[in-house]
């Protein structure tokens, strides 16, 4: 929560020259902004993956896709997705 307070007060303090910013460089601002947020979280969820702190849900998930009749059968295949990809 400090890192976001931080980063409200770094904007906070550079209004005047965000006020002088036109219309296509707010929207060119904000999509960097919220690309490198994603790229961010993509970082940060891959390292919990990497460490393992995912296993848990990635089980869930993956015998979510079983059929409860059958635990070790193959992958419930969504309509919409190919055999072959399977």
């Known amino acids: 929560m400090s890192k976001v307070l931080h980063i409200l007060a770094f904007f906070r303090d550079r209004r005047p020259q965000i ?11 904000l999509v ?11 970082i940060r969820l891959a390292d919990e993956v990497k460490e393992g702190d995912t296993q848990t849900f990635d ?6 896709l079983r059929r409860a009749d059958d635990p070790q059968s193959r992958s419930v295949r969504p309509g919409c997705v190919p055999r072959r990809w399977m």
Do not use: H
């Open 59 to 64: 089980e869930w998930v993956l015998r979510s």
């Open 19 to 29: 006020r002088r910013l036109r219309g296509q460089d707010v929207i060119a601002l």
């Open 32 to 42: 960097a902004l919220i690309v490198l947020f994603c790229v961010y979280l993509f």
